[in-house]
């Protein structure tokens, strides 16, 4: 059978109005190369709207993750903390420098890591004097982690925190912005963030030396001379000055998407709340998410069809939806890996799914999925 309406993509890119200015600017001083005067301007910018002092904008949230744990003094052997519900990206750089993560599961209330476990295991690792070398913690669907609580624990151990804020750009914390208050926070301007520069990533913190440090890493580790001289190993991690142009644009528009992906949120929720089976992603009492992907539980008996079915007849009405993140300790990959709980995010993920949530979606496009599931669940019950 034919597809047939347009794709409703999950949380494709939507360009604002000065993208193209900034890009132009960019054209015509022919910084078709990475840094630039565009980069500088991205990095001021985006350090003020965040309320940090410095931000270094670099080709992808992975790098930025991986320059924070290596300038952490992260190396070979050494264990790290992350939590077990995420994106693979933010958890492969503690692979990079041959270390290895310890996952935690997530809390209730936030879905993100469960500070009490991270307390726990602190505790019981401090006993044996074997602490790991920094916490992740990560930011995730829009939602922040209850980051004083996890800096408040981190502290007494006197290991690092960064935050893996690459999908909470937006989002406030106590009236923070997401991520600020760890020693080094990430985001993420890949193509289904909420801000895109079609890729990218940035590292920020208070600490002008650390900042100076991941500009210098991502540089090749360049050491001061005429000649080439390097005395460390360094990267290629550097953004391209076209595409901060685009950041520029963007940076613009963050409250506008902001407030788009949450009434898109309390579309789905006031058409689909009341239906047996399904639950919404709660929002923890400390902060605002940025809802950047509208999130359910789906109970499949009560609803009469579980998440893996949802997904498959969405796309069958060309609609891209998916499951909650598989997490870490589940996968292959990370299958070895100590973990600490581990039932939370496994019930999220047999019981999640993220449905469209793109910020361009008409009312119609919402209307479209809402449809589709309701006849789901009418189709299988009665059938
Ligand atoms: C997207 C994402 C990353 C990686 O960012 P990229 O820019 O795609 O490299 C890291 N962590 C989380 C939680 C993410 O969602």
Not at 16 to 26: I, K
Not at 82 to 99: E, M, R, W
Not at 124 to 138: D, F, N, Y
Not at 231 to 238: I, L, P
Request: some cysteine.
């Amino acid at each position: 059978m034919a597809k047939p309406d347009k794709r409703i993509y999950l949380s494709p890119p939507h360009l604002g109005v000065d993208e193209r200015h900034y890009l132009e600017e960019a054209l015509q001083s022919n910084y078709i190369a990475p840094l630039g005067p565009q980069v500088d301007a991205f990095e001021n910018e985006f350090a003020e709207t965040v309320g940090v002092r410095y931000a270094a904008a670099l080709s992808s949230g992975t790098a930025a993750v991986h320059l924070a744990l290596r300038i952490a003094g992260v190396t070979t052997g050494d264990e790290v903390i992350s939590q077990t519900l995420t994106f693979v990206g933010g958890v492969n750089p503690i692979k990079y420098l041959g270390a290895s993560p310890v996952f935690i599961d997530s809390e209730r209330s936030s879905w993100n890591m469960d500070p009490d476990l991270l307390a726990d295991y602190l505790m019981s690792s401090s006993k044996t004097g074997r602490l790991p070398k920094a916490v992740i913690s990560t930011d995730i669907y829009g939602q922040c982690a209850d980051l004083d609580r996890i800096l408040g624990i981190c502290d007494q151990y006197e290991v690092p925190v960064i935050s893996d804020s690459a999908e909470a750009l937006g989002a406030l914390y106590k009236g923070r912005h997401a991520g600020v208050g760890a020693k080094a926070s990430v985001y993420s301007f890949n193509g289904n963030k909420i801000l895109t520069t079609s890729g990218g990533g940035m590292l920020v913190s208070d600490d002008k030396e650390l900042i100076d440090k991941a500009r210098f890493l991502s540089q090749q580790a360049r050491d001061p001379a005429l000649y080439y001289e390097h005395s460390e190993v360094g990267f290629n991690y550097r953004m391209s000055n076209v595409l901060a142009a685009i950041g520029r644009g963007q940076l613009k528009v963050l409250n506008d998407r902001v407030s788009r992906k949450r009434e898109i949120f309390e579309e789905y929720r006031a058409a689909l709340s009341g239906m047996p089976g399904v639950e919404f992603m709660p929002e923890a009492s400390y902060g605002t998410s940025t809802r950047w992907l509208t999130v359910l539980l789906i109970e499949e008996d009560k609803f009469g069809a579980g998440p893996l079915e949802i997904v498959e007849k969405l796309e069958q009405s060309n609609i891209e939806a998916r499951p909650v993140w598989k997490p870490m300790h589940l996968q292959p990959l990370y299958k070895e890996n100590h973990i600490v709980g581990g039932r939370v995010s496994e019930d999220l993920f047999n019981r999640g799914i993220c449905l469209p949530s793109g910020t361009a979606m008409t009312s119609v496009d919402i209307k479209r999925v809402i449809d589709a599931i309701i006849k789901m669940h009418k189709d299988n019950i009665n059938g």
